[in-house]
């Protein structure tokens, strides 16, 4: 490795976002558009939730050795690497903002606020408690992809007087293996998916998995649209039978005109997970951390694909 880091980042202002530069790094801007030199870039940060250049650019830099995510999920850079590249998401970063929508999600639906702004815009006031709304307490929270953001999510359930039941893909101690999900599914009040996509998830929830679901159960997908079967999901919710609430969909962006719009007891967040005041300090202590690790010849962390280093 050079003495001088080249690195490839999409802040204009890199030493004032991330908090000043490591020591033996130097850095060029690219957030999509003109492309600066990039014949020595070792190490690339590419814009969050940038456009595909940002992510084919990847194969232009020939010295290239570290890929650093924005997001949590990376299988869109996985075609584009090439042997001997590391690749690195963000882990964590995402995990305050994705869990307090989960819980927003699961309030919102379960309190029928979607409905009380409604009432807003038509100034009406119902004039009667015609049913009661369902609330959080005493229901079951099952959690399908129980990593860090799982993690994140039970505590800031904790206190609202729920049942949590984990989910990963292996069993760990408290934490179930997914092949146990056919047991599961019917205790859950609630299912929030965290899986990430992958060949083994996508359309994971199909029309045998939602029937496995009790009547009147809330499916919160704050992880990727592919993994649940729309088609599945929109001959549940039009019977009216569960309900869902989704800040992923698939297609994405969810084009007008679309039944799951219309659909019946379901809530739509437009892939908002991540986007709150809380990325911006966690992203930032993130690359300034993996950049002084790889100038300094210290293991990255996070790593995901490629050669550890």
């Not at 490591?22 to 801007?29: H, K």
């Not at 990593?147 to 949590?164: K, Q, T, V, Y």
Request: glycine share 8%; charged share 25%.
């Amino acid at each position: 490795m050079a003495d001088l880091v080249k690195s490839l980042l999409p802040w204009k202002d890199p030493a004032g976002y991330l908090g000043g530069l490591p020591a033996g790094v130097e850095t060029q801007y690219y957030a999509g558009g003109e492309r600066p030199a990039l014949d020595a870039v070792e190490f690339y940060v590419p814009d969050y939730m940038g456009s595909s250049e940002a992510i084919e650019v990847v194969a232009e830099m020939p010295a290239l050795k570290v890929v650093q995510t924005q997001t949590a999920g990376f299988e869109n850079l996985l075609p584009h690497l090439r042997d001997g590249v590391t690749l690195c998401n963000a882990r964590g970063v995402h995990d305050a903002s994705t869990a307090e929508l989960a819980v927003g999600l699961i309030l919102a639906s379960y309190r029928r606020l979607p409905q009380a702004v409604k009432n807003q815009e038509r100034g009406v006031w119902p004039s009667t408690y015609q049913e009661f709304d369902d609330s959080l307490a005493d229901r079951t929270v099952l959690i399908v992809g129980y990593g860090s953001i799982g993690e994140a999510l039970e505590r800031r359930l904790d206190g609202f007087e729920c049942e949590i039941i984990r989910v990963a893909r292996r069993a760990r101690d408290g934490v179930h293996p997914i092949t146990e999900l056919p047991e599961l599914l019917p205790r859950a009040d609630v299912v929030v998916l965290l899986t990430p996509a992958t060949d083994e998830t996508r359309g994971m929830v199909d029309a045998k998995f939602l029937a496995q679901l009790k009547d009147g159960a809330l499916l919160v997908n704050i992880a990727r649209g592919v993994i649940v079967d729309t088609d599945a999901l929109l001959a549940e919710l039009t019977s009216e039978r569960i309900r869902a609430a989704l800040d992923v969909t698939d297609p994405e962006p969810l084009p007008a005109g679309h039944p799951l719009w219309s659909a019946p007891n379901v809530l739509i967040n437009p892939h908002r997970g991540g986007a709150s005041t809380a990325f911006a300090p966690r992203v930032a202590r993130l690359v300034r951390a993996q950049l002084e690790r790889y100038a300094t010849g210290v293991p990255l962390i996070n790593v995901v694909a490629g050669p550890s280093r």
